[in-house]
């Protein structure tokens, strides 16, 4: 096909055909249960579905496609009606899936959509040869680990290269990356190396997530430096000549489910047995169409002040008219004269003027509400279009559990609900990868192993239920396991261990604050990193997504029953209701909805109940705050301090209410929330800002925050697990990635950079309170970073340890001249000096 028909057809082709690879994966899944729990047309459909997809693939010329998805009509084609498919059959072919998912992300990305490894594919599928899938697609496994050794030194040097903040064509490097990665996934397939191979998938799909930059890019990179250090045990090219080779084989990497680029998605949906006709719309354009929409709404308010305005004017005329009328009565008794006439005439046009602008501003206000109904009725169909159903997001999940509980030898029977919800699309993306971390927590960490089950008196067979529920203007998404449930004492052993919090202040943490732990940054209960665990990567992530769109996180657990995660999340980022209070001097605005009353209390109504302070409320005692100090202000007085009546406002959702004390209310507003800047985005009581009609910006709360901070074995453990950012810096790949795995399982939260320039980059950017940096360095040197930092007003208190391979007496006195707070050789950082430091520089408060 003529390559600009191609691209101008593409989007649509590539939206139609993730939606036929999500049913057809989904289908194959089903074919597993025995013919009497299937859907009964369950066969049928998946063959349409696949027919489909090969005549779509063979239109445009897609042979790589056309070829894979024909092999898999074939295997259906043989299929028999009342038994289940073969295990071997299933995986065969979700892998095929998989492969031309990644030839679609090359096509979104202006590539040719080839798929890699067909031959293997297609052998593994029934169709081809196993000779000729060895002789194409890679060399066997003798010839493996010298081909696997140029590539992987290749992919080091490309991530090296793709951490640092400036890069030129930092598209070329990645797919250059990918396509190395991929390179060496078709050997390793060809050679079955299947630990190999996998793990090459997962560098190149962290690979194409490091594309878009910015703080994706560096947990992009974190995963891949892991899959690279995983791939060098795997090939036996482990840089430790002490270490002995394990017969145990090397954990296979999940690969980490990428980010998707924008793409076009399905605008239509089959209504009352009629089909609509339906046209396919790009997510940009919507996302660009809301925000003007968002701003035609809130442009809505400023125009109902302007008609305000000529309200009051109107108001100012009338006034002075009759001023003007009672000066003119006065001349008239005095014989006025020309001077009395000049006023009257005066007068009727400042009549004829009043008139005039009252009408103005009726035509103004019938305009306004002309423009506010019209306005409602396209941001409603404008959210109808943005609205998905959330088995985009769920179902996906059933490839992730197949993939994860294989590889861990579990059994697990995953169960969906509330497939039919439908969420904003932007919520639908930014949950994908949480709710990969909650799932894959959850049969790591939460699911037991059958024998375990069986000697506990449970099924072999694990189950792992995710679902989505409406919850009035919010949803809730829940992953629940009937595991062995979360264990507090472990959860407490492994803080102090960890360095978190030192054992006294552990003895004091309830049940529902150690649970809470799990999700603070660094925070793994595994002893050992692993490729689905141990880096303390996940649960932090989930929490931080939360609070970026407005929800939060939280743990439920019953001690050998399960463990449950609930994600609350409004259900729509669109403009939102917003309730205007002051405290001080400072304007915010609290999401309406969660606002329940705004009451006056009097000095009677407040009492102290255990030490903390309580208000009356319809027979009940609420918890009494202040809003400024809930979220960092300065304390004011009160004013039942002063004997006066106190404002307050109600906060509540579900079962949860709290009282807090205000100022007063300024009004209620519709909202455009704008998510803050990255240096805002870890404070857990702000949601985003808001520019109100007058051109004020104010702070939008998290409400769900604002409840959460205000229960007492919360507010009690606030500060005491926080724990000091390091950042690590070393032109080589491997020592940084061991630096920051050994830190980050000690419990320190790490960024990295390769060389000085690039960390005193990210000092100006991230706040970091200790710097571990090696010697010798491009750019600028370990030395030289010490120096500028120490020349520096605002680093010269940040600690900074060098570690180097140099060892004499003389290179250590000129570290330490050039103010290093601390100086190792490479070799103690094994031997547990690096940890003893750190925590000398850095004591950790409890």
């Known amino acids: 096909m003529d390559p600009q028909l191609l691209r101008s057809i593409w989007p649509v082709f590539a939206a139609e055909t993730r939606e036929q690879i999500q049913a057809i994966g989904s289908k194959v899944l089903g074919l597993e249960q025995p013919a009497t729990a299937r859907e009964p047309d369950l066969l049928p459909s998946l063959k349409r579905v696949v027919h489909s997809l090969k005549g779509s693939a063979a239109s445009l010329g897609l042979d790589d496609i056309e070829r894979i998805v024909h092999a898999i009509e074939d295997g259906l084609s043989h299929v028999n009606v009342e038994e289940p498919i073969s295990r071997t059959a299933v995986e065969a072919m979700l892998r095929g899936l998989s492969a031309i998912e990644n030839a679609l992300n090359r096509g979104d990305a202006g590539e040719q959509p080839v798929v890699d490894g067909v031959q293997a594919l297609l052998q593994a599928l029934g169709h081809g040869d196993a000779a000729t899938a060895a002789s194409d697609d890679g060399p066997d496994s003798g010839a493996l680990g010298s081909e696997g050794l140029k590539i992987l030194s290749a992919l080091e040097a490309a991530l090296g290269r793709l951490v640092s903040p400036k890069v030129e064509d930092r598209a070329g490097a990645v797919r250059a990356a990918v396509e190395r990665a991929h390179a060496l996934r078709q050997s390793a397939e060809a050679a079955q190396a299947e630990q190999v191979a996998s793990l090459a998938e997962a560098a190149a799909l962290g690979f194409t997530r490091m594309e878009e930059g ?45 980010k998707p680029a924008a793409r076009a998605t399905a605008a239509s949906e089959a209504r009352g047995g009629a089909v609509d006709r339906a046209v396919r719309v790009s997510v940009k354009t919507l996302d660009s169409l809301a925000l003007q929409v968002e701003h035609l709404v809130a442009g809505r308010a400023q125009q109902g002040r302007r008609t305000e305005g000529y309200r009051a004017l109107t108001d100012q005329a009338h006034e002075v008219l ?113 709710l990969v971390h909650l799932v894959r927590n959850a049969i790591d960490h939460g699911l037991e192993m059958p024998a375990a089950r069986r000697a506990a008196g449970k099924p072999d067979s694990g189950r792992l239920t995710v679902r989505v529920e409406a919850r009035g203007t919010r949803i809730g998404v829940i992953v629940e396991d009937d595991g062995a449930g979360l264990d507090p004492v472990r959860v407490r052993a492994t803080a102090v261990r960890r360095g978190l919090m030192n054992q006294e202040a552990a003895d004091k943490l309830t049940d529902a604050q150690a649970a809470r732990l799990i999700f603070q940054p660094g925070f793994s209960t595994r002893d050992e990193v692993t490729s689905t665990s141990g880096r303390g990567v996940g649960l932090d992530v989930v929490l931080a997504t939360a609070q970026r769109l407005q929800g939060s996180a939280d743990v439920e657990y019953t ?76 304390r004011l007085e009160l004013a039942l301090e002063s004997g006066r009546r106190q404002t307050a406002v109600l906060l509540a959702l579900g079962d949860e209410r709290v009282l807090y004390a205000i100022d007063e209310v300024v009004g209620q507003q519709e909202l455009v929330v704008r998510a803050l800047g990255k240096h805002l985005q870890g404070v857990p009581h702000l949601a985003g800002a808001a520019v109100l009609d007058d051109g004020r910006v104010v702070p939008v709360l998290n409400a769900l925050e604002l409840l959460r901070a205000a229960k007492p074995d919360m507010r009690s453990a606030v500060g005491e697990t926080k724990m000091p950012r390091i950042l690590v810096c070393d032109d080589s790949l491997t020592t940084r990635f061991a630096m920051k795995s050994l830190l980050e399982i000690a419990g320190y939260p790490v960024v ?33 970073l010490a120096r500028r930092m120490k020349r520096h007003p605002m680093f010269r208190r940040t600690p900074i340890i060098l570690v180097t391979s140099l060892d004499s007496q003389e290179d250590r006195m000129e570290g330490l001249e050039a103010g290093a707070d601390g100086y190792l050789v490479k070799r103690e950082v094994e031997r547990g000096k690096l940890l003893d430091l750190v925590r000398q520089l850095l004591p950790t408060s409890g």
Request: negative net charge.
């Open 559 to 634: 001690p050998g029953k399960g463990t449950r995660f609930i994600v609350d999340l409004p259900l729509t980022l669109a403009a939102a209701l917003g309730l205007l209070v002051r405290t001080g001097n400072t304007i915010t605005a609290i999401p309406s909805d969660t606002v329940k009353r705004v009451l006056r209390l009097d000095r009677d109504d407040i009492g102290t109940v255990a030490g903390r302070v309580v208000a009356r409320l319809d027979g009940e005692q609420l918890t009494f705050l202040t809003l400024s100090e809930a979220i960092g202000l300065p």
């Open 322 to 434: 009759l001023h003007l009328e009672r000066v003119a009565s006065q001349l008239a008794l005095s014989g006025g004269g020309t001077a009395l006439e000049q006023l009257r005439t005066g007068v009727n046009l400042m009549r004829q003027m009043q008139k005039r602008l009252l009408e103005q501003a009726k035509e103004a206000h019938r305009d306004g509400e002309q423009h506010a109904l019209v306005a409602q009725v396209v941001r409603d169909d404008l959210r109808d279009l943005r609205m998905v159903p959330a088995s985009q997001v769920l179902e996906p999940l059933r490839r992730t559990v197949r993939e994860t509980a294989s590889r861990l030898g579990k059994e697990v029977v995953l169960e969906l609900g509330g497939t039919d919800v439908r969420l904003d699309r932007r919520i639908v993306d930014a949950l994908k990868d949480p």
């Open 214 to 258: 910015g703080d994706a890019a560096g947990q992009a990179a974190s995963e891949v430096a892991g899959a690279l250090v995983d791939l060098r045990v795997a090939l036996g090219l482990s840089e430790d000549p002490g270490e002995a080779p394990s017969s145990a084989p090397a954990p296979m990497a999940t690969p980490v489910v990428p």
């Open 752 to 784: 990295t950079a390769a060389d000085g320039e690039e960390a005193w980059s990210v000092l100006d950017r991230v706040h970091c309170q200790l710097v571990v940096s090696d010697w010798q360095m491009p750019r600028l040197d370990g030395v030289g």
